[in-house]
């Protein structure tokens, strides 16, 4: 499945952006649908996830800013963050998993800026 983020910008301290993910084909196969980042200089980490079932988690450096969602009907996930910090600076990433049988694909990343 071919993922592609998008919704990236520059945008100052305490604004908002929405990140989608589109997929090429049916995500309701997918067991997990996530969003990762990274910095300049750093390694890519983790942000959110949606675990089949409905399980939702994020990292604690994002927790109460960012939103996942997913929209299986439009194969679409978003990720809202409101009260950006400059370090959310990093380019992020959509990823899905399946489990059985095991796929796991990236989108291509979109940066997001926050500064002022």
């Known amino acids: 499945v071919q993922l592609q983020a998008f919704g990236g910008g520059l945008v100052q301290p305490g604004g908002s952006l929405r990140l989608s993910c589109t997929a090429s084909?049916?995500?309701?196969?997918?067991?997990?649908m996530g969003w990762y980042r990274q910095a300049p200089g750093k390694a890519r980490e983790w942000v959110a996830n949606?675990?089949?079932?409905?399980?939702?988690a994020y990292a604690d450096s994002v927790k109460g800013r960012f939103t996942i969602s997913g929209d299986n009907a439009k194969n679409t996930m978003t990720l809202q963050m409101n009260n950006l910090k400059p370090e959310d600076t990093a380019v992020y990433y959509c990823?899905?998993?399946?489990?059985?049988?095991?796929?796991?694909?990236w989108g291509q990343g979109t940066q997001v800026t926050v500064s002022s």
């Open positions: 949606v675990i089949s079932g409905g399980s939702i």
């Open positions: 990823n899905v998993v399946r489990w059985t049988p095991r796929l796991s694909s």
């Open positions: 084909e049916s995500i309701t196969s997918m067991n997990v």
